[in-house]
Nanobody, 116 residues
Framework: QVRLVESGGGLVQPGGSLRLSCAAS?????????LGWYRQAAGKQRELVAT???????NYADFVKGRFTISRDNAKNTVFLQMNTLKPEDTAVYLC?????????WGQGTQVTVSS
């Protein structure tokens, strides 16, 4: 069964950058119609950050436009989220999501903390 595994989270100062990775194991990212990143801050609902479809269409939440970039490397079987100009309000657990037909696959999440 395919698994999505995130990495790259950590503690960063405001204005800093992080690059998150989501690797698919037990399968390829080609099986997913859409891959994306969501986040969930403590006490808040999960929210969409960015998605990329199998044919390369990209969608961003308004609050990350111009700061975050989603991309995929098919050869590495990985989807990335480059996060620049991070703000304290970006602090959350970031989760990778894969949509295959009507099935959702989730990674375990990686913590991103933006603090001075």
């Amino acid at each position: 069964q395919v698994r999505l595994v995130e990495s790259g989270g950590g503690l960063v100062q405001p204005g800093g950058s992080l690059r998150l990775s989501c690797a698919a194991s037990g399968g390829t990212i080609f099986r997913f119609n859409r891959l994306g990143w969501y986040r969930q801050a403590a006490g808040k609902q999960r929210e969409l950050v960015a998605t990329i479809t199998s044919d390369g269409k990209i969608n961003y939440a308004d609050f990350v436009k111009g700061r975050f970039t989603i991309s995929r490397d098919n050869a590495k079987n990985t989807v990335f989220l480059q996060m620049n100009t991070l703000k304290p309000e970006d602090t959350a657990v970031y989760l990778c999501n894969g949509l295959q037909g009507t099935l959702f696959y989730w990674g375990q999440g990686t913590q991103v903390t933006v603090s001075s």
